[in-house]
C-alpha cells in the first residue's frame, strides 16, 4: 500500500519560487507504466493538472505553465519535486501528488494535498 504525502511551505510571496515535495513510501517511484503527476485546485475551481513525471524520468507540464514549472525527483529518496517559479496570487491553490496508472488510465494513489497561498 503506497502513501503519498505533499510538503512545502503554506505561504508564498508574489515573485518567488515555490517548491514542493512528494516523499513515497510502500512502493518505488521508478515503477513501470506508472507517471507521478502535480495537480492543483484553486479555490472554487476544478482540478487541473500541472504536469508529471514519467517512469523513466521525463517530464511533461501544462503549456499555460510550461515556462515557469520544473518537476524532478530523486530515487534515492523516492521523491518527487514540483518547482513553480514566478508565482503570481492566482497560483493560490491545493496541491497534490498522485500516481497515474497507464493500465487503466486513472489516478489510484494521492496525497492528501497541501494548501499554497501567494500573498504578500
Known amino acids: 500500500q503506497l502513501q503519498v504525502r505533499e510538503s512545502g511551505p503554506g505561504l508564498v510571496k508574489p515573485s518567488q519560487t515555490l517548491s514542493l515535495t512528494c516523499t513515497v513510501s510502500g512502493g518505488s517511484i521508478t515503477y513501470n507504466y506508472y507517471y507521478w503527476t502535480w495537480i492543483r485546485q484553486a479555490p472554487g475551481k476544478a482540478l487541473e493538472w500541472i504536469g508529471y513525471?514519467?517512469?523513466?524520468?521525463?517530464?511533461y507540464y501544462i503549456p499555460s505553465l510550461k515556462s515557469r514549472t520544473s518537476i524532478s525527483r530523486d530515487t534515492a529518496k523516492n521523491e518527487i519535486t514540483l518547482q513553480l517559479s514566478s508565482v503570481i496570487p492566482e497560483d493560490t491553490a491545493v496541491y497534490y501528488c498522485?500516481?497515474?496508472?497507464?493500465?487503466?488510465?486513472?489516478?489510484?494513489?494521492w496525497g492528501q494535498g497541501t494548501p499554497v497561498t501567494v500573498s504578500s
Open positions: 513525471i514519467t517512469d523513466s524520468g521525463t517530464t
Open positions: 498522485a500516481r497515474w496508472g497507464l493500465a487503466k488510465y486513472e489516478h489510484d494513489y
